[in-house]
């Protein structure tokens, strides 16, 4: 066990990576799926391991193959990174458990043990991201983890889903060269790409320019990959014609795991080196932040298609996160990364509601979906905790982030309110999304008939509500995501106050 | 630090940009890909001409010799697995070109974008 515990950092990504090329060779119907969801609880498992380690406020290092840093490759755990693990092999386990009805359905037999190697490559390089302390590193598995995730979305029954994965492709790539580009221009300068090396000698460089427009490729090419408004005109088609269940996967935590980048370079290695940086940041970030949270909230408001409308609500939540993050305080730093736990919550909660609707109902376009609450009674229940929770109903997840937000925004003064008015207006328009959803399933009558009552599988059915439960028991005692945000916000801010 | 000392870096920054209009300008997918694999080249470009020392040599070293400058081979490195994935990144789009030539009959966006529409 002490060798094991040694290892620990690296093993979320060793894990998957060397079960993916195995599970391909699982051909018998079902065994693929029973590998990879073993897999994913294992690394979820091992992401536990680590958060106890988080919250006992050691960061984990690791020097790979024992070579020291800043010549060997490291790796480090800290609050954000194991938050973030969490979110994502807990996101990839559950997803994979509620999700093997769904996939049966939507992708042929065949098909699915290279699906699910696929799926496991995406495990494995956003863990990757989340562990490694070095920039290069990072490149490459971000690259690993968003080839295979443009292989999960063009496994879509839907053709549409090809043209859209086609974008995805086209604006990730760009958006991982621009990060390459900002680390070359980093490396010119400094000579090393060890993030807590880089910090240190950045103070020794006399011409800030490069690193300047370094920060500026590195931010605009991460905040493509994080689907920042107006950056983000990939993801609604993505997430729509991807299948349901890598839908739950990706919407969860694949755009965050982009945002951990972005605060892990802007914080923690350009802060205290740029001058007013800091203010650069803000400045650049918060109007995107606000215009994102009501455009994107606005769009969803008139969108016919459920699924489409909730990828629409994802956009408006990267807004809120980025609008905690760029108030630079404490206070908004941790509304920030509570708010990436308390997002993944419900969003799973809302996507595998509708990954059950969609094993009853044909389409997901909201007329179709009349009276469909008196057929699947249980599932739209999930939905509606999960919508709730979207909104911020107190007692559930939801609110515990927008409420660190709001204080964190009455810290300005004056000008605060406006922000408070702005995430105020956002969650109105939520409700009145999410109400949409629910007027029309519950009130209005389907035009066949009287049906019966025909649910989800009983599997899916239970891990919804899990997540769904999930999102009230972290709404009344939110003391695991207040803590490690708390712990990733001290480190992201460091000296500052 | 004369204009024409920089000259990788402006045919870094040009190719570049020839590269990112072809990706957004274009409406044919391959031609596309092609803007995007110029685009992802030029950044290639910019990793190999900074690890280039003046006079530097390959970093081997050399009986009698104990005065040699090396250029960096770190960026080259780096370089070689960025090609790897640029090449795999082209590949998987080329993929999904066939698969959309095959379900559209068209590869080009506008048509798509009408097909799409009816």
């Known amino acids: 066990m002490t060798i094991l515990d040694a290892h620990l950092p690296v093993l979320p990504v060793v894990v998957p990576m060397l079960i993916a090329p195995l599970v391909i060779m699982l051909r018998p119907r079902g065994l693929a799926w029973a590998a990879a969801t073993a897999t994913s609880s294992m690394a979820f498992l091992i992401a536990m391991a680590l958060a106890a380690g988080a919250l006992d406020g050691e960061a984990q290092r690791y020097a790979l193959g024992a070579w020291a840093a800043p010549y060997g490759i490291e790796l480090s755990v800290d609050s954000f990174g194991a938050l973030l693990l969490l979110i994502l092999t807990g996101a990839s386990t559950l997803a994979l458990l509620a999700g093997k009805a769904s996939l049966d359905q939507q992708l042929e037999a065949d098909r699915q043990p290279l699906f699910l190697s696929a799926w496991l490559l995406v495990l494995a390089g956003l863990s990757g991201i989340l562990i ?48 390459l580009i900002g680390i070359g221009l980093v ?122 409308m909730l990828a629409f609500s994802s956009v408006a939540q990267i807004g809120y996160i980025l609008l905690g993050a760029s108030m630079v305080s404490l206070l908004g730093m941790t509304a920030s990364l509570m708010h990436m736990f308390n997002h993944a919550l419900a ?37 509606v905790v999960g919508g709730l929770s979207l909104i911020g109903i107190p007692g559930t997840a939801g609110f515990t982030s927008k409420w660190y937000l709001i204080t964190a925004s009455m810290e300005f003064g004056g000008a605060g309110w406006l922000l408070v008015a702005v995430i105020v207006l956002g969650s109105l328009m939520a409700v009145a999304y999410i109400w949409r959803v629910v007027e029309v399933t519950c009130f209005r009558q389907p035009e066949t008939g009287p049906v019966e009552v025909s649910e989800a599988p009983r599997l899916m059915l239970t891990v919804t509500w899990l997540v769904a439960l999930a999102n009230v028991y972290f709404g009344l005692s939110p003391w695991l995501q207040t803590r490690l945000a708390e712990g990733g916000a001290r480190m992201l801010l460091g000296e500052m106050p | 630090m004369n204009l024409l000392g920089l000259y990788n870096y402006w045919v870094f920054a040009v190719l570049l940009m020839i590269g990112f209009y072809a990706v957004v300008a ?3 997918l391959v031609k596309k890909l092609m803007g995007l694999s110029l685009f992802q080249a030029a950044v290639f470009l910019l990793y190999i001409t900074m690890g280039k020392i003046t006079g530097g040599t390959a ?59 009816r």
């Open chain 1, 132 to 179: 490694s302390a070095d920039a290069f590193n990072i490149f490459v598995f971000m690259e690993i983890s968003a080839l295979a995730s443009y292989i999960l979305v063009a496994g879509g029954p839907d053709r549409r889903a090809m043209p859209a994965v086609f974008k995805y492709l086209i604006m990730g790539t760009i958006g991982a060269t621009f990060y």
């Open chain 1, 187 to 308: 490396y010119m300068m400094t000579g090393t790409l060890n993030l807590t090396d880089i910090q240190v000698r950045i103070q020794d460089v006399s011409d800030l320019r490069p690193i300047l427009v370094a920060a500026g490729f590195i931010t605009v090419g991460l905040g493509l990959k994080a689907a920042v408004f107006p950056l983000h005109v990939w993801l609604p088609n993505a997430y729509n014609f991807a299948p349901h269940a890598a839908t739950v996967f990706l919407a969860a935590c694949a755009t965050k795991v982009s945002l951990y980048i972005l605060l892990s370079f802007d914080f923690v290695v350009f802060q205290q080196n740029l001058i007013g940086h800091e203010m650069q940041f803000a400045a650049f970030l918060m109007p995107l932040a606000v215009l994102g949270i009501l455009a994107a909230s606005a769009v969803a408001l008139f969108e016919p298609n459920i699924k489409r």
């Open chain 1, 347 to 383: 969003k799973g909660a809302l996507f595998m509601a509708v990954m059950c609707l969609a094993m009853r109902f044909p389409s997901l376009e909201l007329d179709a979906l009349a009276g469909a609450a008196k057929r699947m009674p249980w599932t739209m229940g999930a939905f």
């Open chain 2, 26 to 28: 274009k409406t044919n």
């Open chain 2, 59 to 117: 970093p081997i070293l050399q009986k009698g010799v104990s005065d040699a400058v090396f250029s960096n081979p770190l960026p080259q490195v780096l370089i070689l697995t960025a090609i790897v994935v640029g090449i795999s990144t082209t590949a998987l789009g080329l993929g999904i070109v066939v698969r959309i030539q095959e379900e559209y009959g068209s590869i080009d966006e506008k048509d798509i974008q009408e097909i799409d529409r």
